[in-house]
């Protein structure tokens, strides 16, 4: 199916690893140039020479830290005229109520709840202006499915799917959609990383990593390129009348 995505250009938040990296994959294959930002430049440069090789688009890199607010200022200067807005970036970190201290909240939310929502006051007003544009938030199933252990991030991603919501009721009265995708949990470095820790603690072992994973659909965690495929046909015209609406990759969970 060809998405009509050829010849448009998308900036991705988080685009050197995980998620990020596989929508930016798919949405070059059907000819998108890219924006692609994240905080490590070698990581950027590895991805655009691969994706320029594979798919001969244009991608420009930009190594920022979208927990700052001048990183963030000068990637949306940079990058107004933009198509497609992917708000990728972010990793809350798991834990109680009671472990997580007011500093690493506040840090956590400043990345991803904040990033997404200054990035996106930045860009939609030119969306607005040229009557076109689409913006995907990236989210996560603890929104819909909140546990006491990632409490941080079930409130950050409730936040952001109202926030989803709320602007994509009003975007279309100027050809703007905004559409939000919780993926669940998903397979990635990150994924990886949190259960070879929690294998480390309650079996001694990190290489037990897979002994921790919960029972999950189909018994394996969501793979990035099928929360990808999702974020890539509700960027496109195929999804044309969708907005203030978000849909979950999550296996039924």
């Given at each position: 199916?060809?998405l009509?995505?050829?010849?448009?250009?998308?900036?991705?938040?988080?685009?050197s690893?995980g998620?990020?990296?596989?929508?930016?994959k798919?949405?070059?294959?059907?000819?998108?140039?890219?924006?692609?930002?994240?905080r490590?430049?070698?990581?950027l440069?590895?991805v655009?020479?691969d994706?320029k090789?594979a798919?001969?688009?244009?991608?420009?890199?930009?190594?920022?830290n979208?927990?700052?607010?001048q990183?963030?200022q000068?990637?949306?200067?940079?990058?107004?005229?933009?198509?497609?807005?992917?708000?990728?970036?972010?990793?809350?970190?798991q834990?109680?109520?009671?472990?997580?201290?007011?500093?690493?909240l506040?840090?956590?939310?400043e990345l991803?709840?904040?990033g997404?929502?200054?990035?996106?006051?930045?860009?939609?007003?030119?969306?607005?202006k040229r009557?076109?544009?689409?913006?995907?938030?990236?989210?996560?199933?603890?929104a819909?499915?909140?546990?006491?252990g990632?409490i941080?991030?079930?409130?950050?991603n409730?936040a952001?799917?109202n926030?989803?919501?709320?602007?994509?009721?009003e975007?279309?009265?100027y050809?703007?959609?905004v559409?939000?995708v919780?993926?669940a949990?998903?397979?990635?470095?990150?994924m990886?990383?949190?259960h070879?820790?929690?294998?480390?603690?309650t079996?001694?072992?990190?290489e037990r990593w897979?002994?921790?994973?919960?029972?999950?659909?189909f018994?394996r965690?969501t793979?990035p390129?099928?929360?990808?495929?999702?974020v890539?046909?509700m960027?496109?015209?195929?999804?044309?009348?969708?907005?203030?609406?978000?849909y979950?990759?999550?296996?039924?969970?």
């Amino acid at each position: 199916m060809d998405l009509g995505l050829k010849g448009k250009w998308a900036l991705i938040t988080g685009g050197s690893r995980g998620i990020g990296l596989a929508i930016a994959k798919v949405l070059s294959a059907e000819g998108c140039n890219l924006h692609l930002a994240a905080r490590t430049e070698a990581d950027l440069e590895s991805v655009r020479d691969d994706i320029k090789s594979a798919h001969g688009v244009e991608v420009k890199i930009h190594a920022r830290n979208l927990a700052q607010p001048q990183d963030l200022q000068a990637l949306a200067s940079a990058c107004l005229d933009v198509d497609i807005l992917i708000n990728n970036a972010g990793a809350i970190p798991q834990g109680t109520l009671e472990k997580l201290d007011d500093a690493t909240l506040r840090e956590s939310w400043e990345l991803k709840l904040f990033g997404f929502i200054n990035l996106t006051r930045e860009i939609y007003p030119a969306m607005k202006k040229r009557g076109s544009g689409v913006i995907v938030n990236v989210i996560g199933g603890a929104a819909e499915n909140p546990t006491s252990g990632y409490i941080a991030g079930a409130m950050a991603n409730t936040a952001l799917a109202n926030f989803s919501k709320a602007l994509g009721k009003e975007s279309t009265f100027y050809g703007v959609r905004v559409v939000g995708v919780h993926p669940a949990m998903t397979r990635t470095e990150r994924m990886d990383t949190i259960h070879r820790s929690l294998a480390e603690q309650t079996l001694g072992d990190p290489e037990r990593w897979k002994e921790v994973i919960p029972k999950m659909p189909f018994e394996r965690p969501t793979e990035p390129e099928e929360v990808a495929n999702l974020v890539a046909f509700m960027a496109s015209e195929k999804a044309s009348y969708t907005s203030g609406v978000v849909y979950s990759v999550s296996g039924g969970v």
